[in-house]
């Protein structure tokens, strides 16, 4: 940063500690160093203007080129540099496994460059390390899948995006107890870790931290991108490419767990998901698609990829709505029967109390779509059990 620019910009710095996950032997640290913006706590009657305003400061906000942080955690403490963004990440390993799971904290503090006062800048973090107990791990996207975010109409995605907030934004209806219902599992107490990987920029962590917790949704670890609006970042080939590396580390990281993948058909969901089935084969129990984006041309594609997926020897789900994923989780054993009435109802209650709740954003006025459900097992195909 220029002296002048520091003259003149004197907004205090600050650690924004991301939430991640690790093993007993090592965990992953991530977060990013910047100037506090002073973005303010939503509230559910902020005017658009206050919306906006944090949404610019958001956006706005300036990084700590190459800034230096101190991390520790579990005994362990390591020095980070962060990148020209101010993003920093790395692996810490253990002197010794850890015994106690579920989450474990992380203490950030930043050795460079000194704020404007000789106080120390420090933060937190916290990382999921998996119980015993968890039979699978769920990876979800966000946008259009818990998120109502309306990707498939631009101008419409970036109003959602300038002018909500935490307490505006709307999930579609049922989510938040059938997330419950899954890191539930079917003994009620299985406590399994859900991830969630969204390609929404690392700007919106907060908004997305607090919107997960304001509606009842599990929390866990989330994965998210550097706001790159070059030509490049905004190729589907790109997207594909940072979701895939994505949840290939976490299938790594937990190796011993299987997976629920859940997203839907707006992007390349399913065909990441597709990749992922090949690659981890016995290891994906169920994929679970929302339909939002309802073209001949995209119903074509999805048809293929439930074959693919069929034979890759899992099941793909393309849903209408949340219920049809809970049914099939119910059936195979994935979340306890007896939540679905729950599921049901928070469903009906968020459509009669917001109408804006809908189950998939408005389908095209097209009579050629296929039915709402189409479930590749047709009965025949058990897939992998979780453990």
Excluded at 163 to 186: D, I, S
Excluded at 260 to 285: A, K
Excluded at 329 to 346: F, H, S, T, V
């Amino acid at each position: 940063m220029s002296r002048a620019r520091r003259y003149v910009d004197r907004d205090p710095y600050m650690i924004a500690g991301y939430r991640t996950y690790g093993s007993a032997t090592r965990v992953l640290v991530r977060g990013r160093a910047m100037e506090d913006e002073g973005v303010r706590p939503a509230g559910e009657r902020d005017s658009l203007w206050r919306n906006l305003l944090n949404s610019y400061r958001r956006i706005e906000a300036d990084p700590l080129h190459h800034a230096r942080v101190r991390a520790s955690v579990g005994g362990a403490t390591t020095e980070l540099t962060a990148d020209d963004e101010g993003f920093f990440s790395g692996w810490i390993e253990l002197p010794r496994p850890i015994e106690d799971r579920g989450w474990i904290p992380i203490d950030l503090e930043l050795l460079s460059p000194a704020g404007a006062h000789a106080t120390s800048i420090a933060s937190k973090a916290e990382a999921l390390i998996a119980p015993a107990s968890a039979r699978f791990m769920v990876i979800s996207d966000i946008d259009d899948t818990v998120l109502q975010s309306h990707v498939t109409s631009l101008v419409q995605a970036f109003r959602t995006v300038l002018l909500g907030n935490a307490r505006t934004r709307l999930p579609f209806p049922g989510v938040a107890a059938f997330y419950r219902a899954l890191h539930a599992g079917a003994s009620g107490g299985e406590e399994n870790p859900i991830f969630y990987v969204s390609s929404s920029p690392w700007n919106l962590y907060d908004l997305l931290v607090d919107f997960l917790s304001h509606q009842g949704i599990p929390a866990g670890p989330l994965t998210l991108r550097d706001w790159d609006v070059s030509a490049r970042a905004l190729m589907g080939g790109h997207l594909k490419s940072f979701k895939s590396g994505a949840i290939d580390e976490i299938m790594r990281t937990f190796a011993e767990l299987p997976v629920i993948l859940i997203g839907d058909s707006s992007q390349r969901d399913p065909e990441i998901y597709r990749d992922i089935v090949r690659e981890y084969p016995d290891r994906v129990l169920a994929v679970y698609i929302r339909d939002v984006k309802r073209t001949p041309e995209r119903h074509a594609a999805l048809a293929a990829l439930v074959r693919e997926v069929e034979a890759a020897r899992s099941v793909l789900v393309i849903a209408d709505d949340t219920m049809a994923a809970a049914r099939h989780a119910a059936e195979r054993g994935y979340i306890d029967a007896r939540a679905l009435p729950e599921i049901g109802g928070e469903k009906r209650m968020d459509e009669a109390t917001a109408p804006g709740k809908v189950g998939a954003p408005a389908a095209t006025a097209d009579s050629s779509a296929p039915p709402a459900v189409v479930d590749a097992e047709q009965g025949h195909n058990e897939g992998p059990t979780p453990r």
